[in-house]
């Protein structure tokens, strides 16, 4: 496995963030773009060009990219090949609705050879909008109008993108209060967390009363909650902090689900393409979901496109009853396809497994730490979760440490006191030990500071 064209790039930052340029650019986009632009706010840089697991701002500055675009660039920024496969589509056709052409019917073997064998053959799929969120609106949509049913149970900590209807499964208040009249009919219900116990226990207590707590609220003719249209669930929840659902609390979910045939709709938005070491996280669980909901990583290097894997009997749509002006992006087929190549010639998954194996032996050092909570993640999706008191506060100096020293990490979870690392599914052991470095710096020096 090569990490591709940046084995000769090292992190290096001269002089304070951002740099002159950069704080040029950040001014003009102060200026001129929305006020709800989030990632400039505390990463101040202005990029300039990615190659592989780096990028470079605008002043010169190199860092190691952990954060990669949200999740989105599963083979690095700018892989030639994949690069190669959309300028060729640019060429032909970029966009197609949803007519069938053959860079669409490439993209669609493609991620359909990628399903485990069992589930393939009674898939359907629809192309979404260019984003993850449009295409959990569809997921609603579709199950919705299967059952005739209106409501949806998801669950806390959970979130499922920022439209109005996936906002409304989306458990952060914070981000539905300033907008009123929301999708009604969402019921949230305890996730599986056990170093914050939603219902309250010891973890020497726990039978995943979660789990029984939804049971008891759907089976109870008493219990409020009529029967859903579908069940949502991240199997990690990625902005909610990283969180791995226990195995015992997800096939509990899904043997309720089938017991009373509401549709299991997973959320593999930031999971799928591979992130967790499978290319789903429910094939880690041993489960068979209705619906799969995938975006982000689709194409390999961020050109939009959304879609959603759902059983064939759940197929009772009529003509045009969701549909997307953008839903034919030829290009991002084109790379998607080209994508999957890559994946199976270079065992991608099996350097996902590798690299996640020495990150976590890496984390290790701070386990027993009485600053960090807890260390969790699968494959290359992990989640330092720091402590009281004044945690945020103490991740934000993380964040902001690191990237001085080279090494770009977001934050997430309950207050942002969880620093996530996503990086690049292609790094390399080198690249990886050189930002385990930087991190663990720059942890030791927030607690040093704060």
């Known amino acids: 496995m090569t990490d591709v064209r940046t084995t000769e790039l090292a992190p290096h930052v001269a002089g304070a963030l951002p740099g002159p340029r950069s704080a040029e650019f950040l001014e003009h986009q102060r200026r001129w773009e929305s006020n709800a632009r989030v990632y400039p706010r505390h990463l101040p840089i202005a ?28 083979l690095g920024h700018n892989h030639p090949e994949v690069v190669r496969a959309a300028a060729a589509q640019l060429e032909t056709l970029t966009h197609g609705l949803d007519f069938p052409t053959p860079a669409k019917r490439a993209f669609l073997d493609a991620q359909l050879s990628m399903l485990p064998e069992g589930l393939r053959p009674r898939m359907k799929v629809h192309f979404c909008g260019p984003g993850g969120a449009n295409a959990v609106d569809a997921a609603l949509k579709l199950c919705k109008t299967a059952t005739g049913r209106g409501d949806v149970v998801a669950f806390q900590g959970g979130f499922h993108g920022a439209s109005h209807a996936a906002m409304a499964l989306t458990g952060l208040v914070a981000q539905k209060q300033p907008v009123p009249n929301g999708v009604p009919g969402v019921h949230f219900f305890p996730y599986s967390h056990c170093a914050r116990c939603p219902v309250g226990l010891a973890p020497d207590t726990c039978d995943v009363n979660c789990a029984g707590f939804l049971e008891r609220a759907l089976r109870d003719p008493n219990g409020g909650v009529p029967r859903p249209a579908a069940v949502v669930l991240e199997l990690v929840q990625g902005e909610g902090g990283v969180i791995p659902a226990r195995p015992e609390f997800v ?3 899904r043997q309720l689900t089938r017991e009373l045939d509401v549709p299991l709709v997973v959320d593999e938005v930031q ?75 270079d065992d991608v998954l099996a350097n996902v497994r590798r690299r996640g194996e020495q990150l976590g032996e890496l984390l290790a050092v701070l386990r027993n730490r009485p ?19 004044d945690a945020g506060d103490r991740a934000r100096k993380v964040q902001a440490h690191a990237l001085h020293h080279g090494l770009i990490v977001e934050l997430g979870g309950r207050d942002d006191t969880v620093v996530r690392l996503m990086p690049p599914l292609t790094i390399t052991e080198p690249v990886l030990r050189t930002a385990a470095r930087i991190l663990l710096a720059a942890i030791e020096a927030a607690v040093v500071t704060r």
């Open 271 to 345: 999971t799928g393409c591979g992130r967790t070491g499978t290319w789903f996280a429910f094939e880690q669980y041993g489960i068979e979901p209705d619906v799969i909901v995938a975006s982000k990583a689709l194409s390999g290097v961020g050109l939009p496109v959304a879609v959603i894997f759902y059983d064939q009997r759940l197929d009772v749509w009529a003509p045009g009853a969701h549909t997307g002006t953008f839903r034919g992006n030829q290009a991002a087929f084109a790379a998607g396809a080209e994508t999957v190549r890559i994946m199976r010639r």
């Open 47 to 74: 990029l300039a060009e990615g190659t592989g697991c780096h990028v470079r701002d605008v002043d010169g500055n190199v860092f190691i990219d952990f954060l990669s675009g949200a999740g989105v660039l599963a």
């Open 371 to 389: 600053w960090v909570r807890d260390i969790r993640g699968r494959g290359l999706m992990w989640g330092i979760e720091l402590a009281d008191p």
């Open 251 to 253: 096939h509990r979910v």
